[in-house]
């Protein structure tokens, strides 16, 4: 290469301008599109999140009437899923880190994975066509409703279903890239957790989409033709919607959580120094989980004219979740038992994780038993659960992510007082907005009301003043670490003195990762046993 | 990559299967009655299934795939499976129960 | 792989990204089969639901698919099963680098999807003109959702058995666009016996468009 002198100097940001982004087929580069992308949409999300919380935070009406309260609802869970979260960790930090980390140039088939964040985009303008007449379905679009709401369903849903298109080809290419790309040497067993996450995520992915696709395709089809798939009235079957769906549905919060814990368990090693802690089982539990995570889905039909039969199965295949879940959750806590533990930013986010995600976990096991869900179901505690779960799980894994690797992307250290203190806001003002859900939930308070009883308006209170605390932890935090783009001092290669081979080349990293492809001799864990 | 043998006999062989196939199912549907709708069906879709493999095998090459290949082809199989089985379980299971008739 | 074979100066050996030709090969082979996974995967909700309204009403699947002609179902499968084998063998013939060959095999198997398409195109007709539409209930609502039946006994058959084969037609579109623009490539001299992945790929995916209609056939046609 003609350019070999100045490879120290070039890198992958080097070359400037808009059409060097839009036409790029980098992996880092789309990665990080998606990264602005999903936290834009992550902070639009939230900006509903907290104009329903105004609402909710006196009794009666405030602001807003009750439909324009249902379609902020909409919007805040649309938003969040399918633009925010689902892509999330996978097509952010994924697409930056995972061909870096198993030693590749780029992903796969790099056109698909541009074209992957082309229809990304194409998504989102379809779903902004349907701000004219916002839905005010839920994000689930549970027939019968979705087939008759006179808003429009049909560009929220068409808008799901190509972000599944780009999904499925994320997913893909990340299969093949892991099974067909790694550096000599990149033994399975060598692979970074953060890897077997992305690509069990990913298996999740590129089987589960399709059945999402089909299922708005024909609710589709059901608005513009008329005809009764799952209309009762012309002999169709309501229920048989919501099968399909969470069909889809359920397994996709596990292509949500899994890159999560990935990131932690990258974390949790280089920040107590120690080796990680029962390897083979945090890599073997998360294809469990993604295996699992399949048959598990009617359970969110207990309530919905499921057979009894079934229901009870489904219970009891619930429960087996649980089993690599704690898995994990052990090795962790295993991994810092004894370690030189360094409470750096990226390092609280990871045990704010395991410690929220615990609760998320466990409630959800209440969820899961049939009994006790039939009083729970469609209540705050579900809420509470979920946001434990998906913004306890992998926002906060995503922040982490963020405060971990952002460095290596620009070369340049964050402000790290601010981000200890930004960190308690979130912690905070998360707990502070959930707990108070799960205490409702548990004393009756419906989820998606507009309204409620007297009894309630301490927690509702409190819960809002919460989301507030929240919010401004959040935007402050992502503010601190992009800030630190321009303004934070240069850091070298490897400030966390990490084993990763995305930390052996130089920050941020060169254009095609790898001047040589590196020959992997060891796994990564080796920390604390040997000097530096 | 090129295998160097060539596979046209088979291929050859594997069209006239299927051609016999189709013709074998028409004339079961249309002629004999195995005494249920849901025995009739059992039937045309198994000699499907028959035709299928053969196109997946031959037609696309499976039969020379390597092991990670296969294992991928067939992974949504599975699912299908999973999918069709547990829901028309619990429709079974409830008919009378989750009848919809708005008449 | 030898190079040896190819005189052609402008060498297309498949190369991408700096991956050489037969790990792009590899690698797309891959890929396909993981997407023709997804693909098994939509039609197989379509057949969930088909299983579902079939075990509650069985006897409404055996009267409308009376309604249905086997005459054009059988000529659309033997169409389909032809095109499959031709563009098997157009694989074959290119491994041996016989180019030509190949891009008359090409040629065939896309006018035999276009002979399906039309054949589905007055099957449709004498759908609609026999009244099959208007008992799947089909009718233009823009989008406002609030069907009403149009048909005093709306079927679920005729719904499924237009989506399902709505769906398919489309793949259909979509494998011969894949397939013309593969003959295009080939026209062009882009593929020998080195290089020819965008050929299996292109073979692979209409091998599905086959799969599928295997199953549609006996579902829709011989359930009378």
Known sequence: ?532 | MAEGKSHFKELLLVFLGLLVLTGITVYVAKNINFGSLALNITVALAIATLKATLVALYFMHLKWESKLIISFAVISIPFLILAIGIMVWDINNKIGLGNYNLQ | MSTSTVTNKKLHDGSKWGNPGPMVYDMSKFGMWLFLGTEILLFAMLFTGYAIYYMKMPEDFHNSAKALSTTFGTINTIILIFSSFTVAWAIECIKKNKVKMMNILLVITILCGVAFLVNKYFEYAHEVHIGNLKLANMQWLGGTGRAVAESAVPSMFFFIYFVLTGIHGLHIIIGLGLLTWVLVKGIKGHFHSGWYTPVEIGGLYWHLVDLIWIYLFPLLYLVA
């Open chain 1, 1 to 532: 290469m003609a350019a070999a002198e100045h490879a120290h100097n070039e890198n992958f940001l080097s070359r400037k301008g808009v059409w060097e982004w839009v036409r790029s087929v980098d992996h880092k580069r789309i990665g990080i599109m998606y990264l602005v992308a999903i936290l834009i949409s992550f902070v639009i999300g939230g900006v509903f999140a907290l104009l329903l919380r105004t609402e909710l935070m006196f009794p009666g009406k405030d602001f807003i009437d009750a439909n324009t309260y249902n379609i902020f609802f909409t919007m805040h869970g649309s938003i969040m899923i399918f633009l925010f979260i689902v892509p999330g960790i996978i097509a952010s930090f994924g697409n930056i880190f995972l061909p870096i980390q198993i030693g590749a140039k780029d992903v796969a088939f790099p056109v698909i994975n541009r074209l992957s964040f082309q229809l990304y985009v194409v998504g989102v303008i379809i779903i902004g066509f349907g701000l004219l007449s916002p839905a005010d379905t839920g994000w689930t679009f549970y027939t019968p409703y979705s087939a008759k709401s006179g808003t429009s369903v049909i560009s929220l849903a068409a808008g799901a279903f190509v972000l599944g298109f780009a999904s499925i080809l994320t997913g893909l290419n990340f299969v093949v890239t892991v099974h067909k790309m790694r550096a000599p040497g990149m033994h399975w067993t060598r692979l970074p957790l953060f890897v077997w996450s992305i690509y069990s995520a990913s298996l999740i992915q590129v089987i589960a989409t399709p059945v999402i696709g089909i299922t708005l395709l024909l609710l589709i089809f059901e608005r513009i033709f008329g005809v009764g798939f799952f209309n009762p009235e012309l002999g169709g079957d309501p229920v048989l919607f919501q099968h399909f769906f969470w069909f889809y549905s359920h397994p996709v919060v596990y292509i949500m959580i899994l890159p999560a814990m990935g990131v932690v368990s990258e974390v949790l090693p280089v920040f107590s120094r120690k080796p990680i802690f029962g390897y083979k089982a945090i890599a073997w539990s998360s294809i469990a989980i993604a295996a699992v995570s399949f048959i598990v889905w009617a359970h969110h039909l207990f309530t919905s004219s499921l057979s009894t039969t079934v229901a009870i199965a489904f219970s009891f295949l619930t429960f087996l979740v649980a089993i690599p879940t704690a898995i994990k959750v052990f090795n962790w806590l295993a991994t810092l038992y004894g370690g030189q533990i360094d409470l750096k930013t990226p390092m609280l986010y990871a045990l704010a994780f395991v410690f929220l995600f615990a609760i998320g976990g466990l409630t959800g096991l209440y969820l899961g038993a049939v009994g006790v869900d039939i009083p729970l179901h469609d209540t705050y505690f579900v809420v509470a659960h979920f946001h434990y779960t998906i913004q306890g799980g992998t926002v906060i894994s995503l922040m982490g992510a963020l405060y971990y690797w952002w460095p290596k992307v620009t070369g340049r250290m964050y402000n790290e007082k601010i981000g200890v203190i930004t960190f308690l806001l979130v912690f905070i003002g998360f707990n502070l907005t959930f707990i108070p859900q799960f205490i409702m939930g548990i004393s009756g308070m419906p989820r998606r009301y507009f309204d409620y009883v007297p009894e309630f308006a301490n927690y509702h209170f409190l819960s809002t003043i919460g989301a507030y605390i929240l919010g401004i932890g959040y935007v402050s935090a992502i503010t601190n670490i992009f800030a630190s783009t321009w303004t934070g001092k240069k850091c070298g290669d490897n400030p966390w003195n990490a084993n990763t081979l995305e930390w052996k080349i130089p920050s941020p990293p060169p254009e095609h990762n790898f001047h040589d492809i590196p020959t992997v001799t060891e796994w990564p864990y080796e920390y604390g046993r040997k000097a530096g």
